[in-house]
């Protein structure tokens, strides 16, 4: 059974941190893509970072330089550190695996709420 568990959300202040992670079973880890994704209420999902099997790592424009996803394969988890916070990162933040045969997963999610 595959499973995806976020944790790590909760409140902070504007220019806070908060390190979340996404921990997996019921997958081979270390050759999956693994990402997270953010909704906010009133708009679309949209990819925060994501991180290859290899190493390789992408930023949404607006998280450069303050986020930072990274990998551990011997834990099967993927962390997202999130510095430097700002109100408009409030969001449900989603961690997903996926390969490139089409396999996707996803969690439930993790709330993440920056205030001013």
């Known amino acids: 059974q595959v499973q995806l568990v976020e944790s790590g959300g909760g409140l902070v202040q504007a220019g806070g941190s908060l390190r979340l992670s996404c921990a997996t079973s019921?997958?081979?880890?270390?050759?999956?893509?693994m990402g997270w994704y953010r909704q906010a209420p009133g708009k679309q999902r949209e990819l925060v970072a994501r991180?290859?099997?290899?190493?390789?790592?992408n930023y949404a424009d607006s998280v450069k330089g303050r986020f930072t996803i990274s990998r551990d394969n011997a834990k099967n988890t993927v962390y997202l550190q999130m510095n430097s916070l700002k109100p408009e990162d409030t969001a449900v933040y989603y961690c997903?695996?996926?390969?490139?045969?089409?396999?996707?997963?996803w969690g439930q999610g993790t709330q993440v709420t920056v205030s001013s």
């Open positions: 997903n695996a996926r390969n490139n045969i089409g396999f996707s997963a």
């Open positions: 991180i290859t099997s290899g190493g390789s790592t």
């Open positions: 019921g997958i081979i880890f270390s050759i999956n893509t």
